[in-house]
Structures are given as C-alpha cells and as structure tokens.
C-alpha cells in the first residue's frame, strides 16, 4: 500500500520559522508535491521536487531527500495568512497515468 | 481564482436521488480529475480524463459515474448515494495527465442524508 505521514496540527508564532515534515512509502516515486488549502478554499500549488536537496522560493522552501523518503515544507517569516493545511503529495506511476497520492494534511494555526 | 470553476458549492441529497456535480476549466489544459475529500482522510483520487477519454478509475463504486463531453467540461453523475459518501468533491485540470501540478477548483461540499 502506499503511506504518507505528516503531522495532523501546529502551531506558530507570527514572524517565525516553521518545518513541516512528510515521510513517505510509496510503490513508484515520481516527484514530491506540496499544497496548502484555506478552509473551504481549492489546494493551490506551492512546490515540486523531484531531485534531491532544497529548492527556495520566496518565503517558501521544500526539501527532497528520495533516499529517506523525506521531505519538508519550510515557511520562513509567518504571517496570519500562513494559516491553513498544507498537504504533502507523492506523484507516481498509475494504470494509465501519473497519480498523486495525498497525505492527510497538516493543519497550521499562527497566532500572534 | 484558480480557472477551474465546481457548481454547485454545496448540496445536500437524499440517498434515492439523482444529482450532478459540474467542473469547467478555463485553462486550455487537457486532463480533468475528480478527487474525493473527507474529514480525517486524505485526497483520494476517482477518476482521470485525458482528451475526453478516461485513463484511470480508481475502484470507485459505481453510483459514481464521471462524464467529460470536452476537454473543457467535466461531470460527475450521482445515484443512489449513501451517507458515508458525503465528503467535499474536488475537480481539477492540468496541461496533461503526467506528472504535472494540479489546478484545483473549490469543490462541492455534498451531504447525503
């Protein structure tokens, strides 16, 4: 079967430094994603890695490590707006074309 | 505003009706995908469509029956649900269907009752 963890909740501090981890177990590995969804808001796309090592963007960095299967979501400078669930995303290969499978999410809350 | 618009937002049903849920995509890509969201759960994906022609359907029952009559448009037909089959229904496009960054729409948060 395939697994992916992250952890269900955090929370930080406005202004801080937060990581957020995935750890996965998947048949086939293509690339890694990251999304973040607002509350009853569309996922929107946030990363893609798919060599090892970090790949910065802005206040933003994602992290790959495919032999650990590991990566994390690196928010630099918290805003309030940071507030919302950030899914992990494993793409590999399916019957017919290249699926995500999803984590559950982790669900971060920044408080003043 | 991600280009791909779901309607309705929210709909409730009763376990004997017959309901539609609509996705369309003002992107120019040309894979759509319907993924299932519930609480506590992970996005599962449903189906795959890659120029109108289904490429994946993963195990879903059949009272979910998807159509997609173009590239632009994408239909999810709903009978005889049951309750554990409210979740929020999430639509989605890409250029194509490897590998590439999803384009999510809002979804149609359903409640069967």
């Known amino acids: 079967g395939q697994n992916i963890d992250q952890p269900t909740e955090m929370t930080a501090t406005e202004g801080a430094i937060v990581q957020i981890n995935c750890t996965y177990q998947?048949?086939?590995?293509?690339?890694l994603f990251w999304y973040q969804q607002h509350a009853g808001e569309a996922p929107t796309f946030l990363s893609y890695n798919v060599l090892d090592g970090l790949e910065e963007k802005g206040r933003f960095s994602s992290f790959l490590s495919r032999s650990k299967g590991y990566s994390y979501l690196l928010l630099k400078e918290l805003q309030m707006k940071d507030s919302a669930s950030y899914l992990c995303?494993?793409?590999?290969?399916?019957?017919?074309?290249?699926?995500?499978?999803f984590g559950k999410g982790t669900k971060l809350s920044v408080i003043p | 505003e991600t280009g791909v618009t779901q309607t309705p937002r929210h709909l409730v049903m009763g376990m004997t009706n017959k309901k539609s849920l609509k996705c369309e995509q003002h992107l120019g890509h040309n894979a759509m995908y319907w993924y299932k969201q519930s609480a506590k759960k992970p996005l599962e994906l449903m189906f795959v469509y890659s120029l109108e022609e289904r490429v994946e359907n993963n195990s879903v029952p059949s009272r979910f029956s998807p159509e997609c009559p173009n590239s632009s448009h994408l239909f999810l037909h709903l009978h005889t649900l049951q309750p554990e089959d409210s979740a929020l229904y999430l639509c989605?496009?890409?250029?194509?269907?490897?590998?590439?960054?999803?384009?999510f729409g809002s979804g149609t948060q359903l409640s069967v009752l």
């Open positions: 995303a494993v793409s590999r290969p399916g019957a017919g074309s290249y699926q995500l499978t």
């Open positions: 989605a496009s890409s250029p194509t269907h490897h590998n590439e960054k999803l384009f």
């Open positions: 998947t048949s086939g590995f293509n690339g």
